[in-house]
């Protein structure tokens, strides 16, 4: 399995940048795919997942300014992430859980400034 992230960048607060993922070596349609981030020294975090039947779940912090989809046509989830404040710089990355296992894309930098 493999997954690629593309998207990253640097951002003015208030901007915004769209992160995509496409998987390969997997069925995707029964697979659920979220994004996570980590600052170096912390604990990785979710931030968004949306499962194989479209239930999506966010962090408190991301509600009303990101938004997960997928594309099951393209094997490829994607986060919009609006009104990027300096607090979301971290990197992002990539999950997907298809049935009996987990896989980690590389991570893609996200850095606002202020």
């Known amino acids: 399995v493999q997954l690629q992230a593309f998207g990253g960048g640097l951002v003015q607060a208030g901007g915004s940048l769209r992160l995509s993922c496409t998987a390969s070596?997997?069925?995707?349609?029964?697979?659920?795919m979220g994004w996570y981030r980590q600052v170096p020294g912390k604990q990785r975090e979710a931030v968004a997942s949306?499962?194989?039947?479209?239930?999506?779940k966010y962090i408190d912090s991301a509600k009303g300014r990101f938004t997960i989809s997928r594309d099951n046509a393209k094997n490829t989830v994607y986060l919009q992430m609006n009104d990027l404040k300096p607090e979301d710089t971290d990197v992002y990355y990539c999950?997907?859980?298809?049935?009996?296992?987990?896989?980690w894309g590389q991570g893609t930098q996200v850095t606002v400034s202020s």
């Open positions: 070596g997997m069925v995707f349609d029964v697979a659920g």
């Open positions: 949306i499962a194989y039947d479209g239930t999506i």
């Open positions: 999950n997907a859980y298809p049935p009996g296992g987990g896989y």
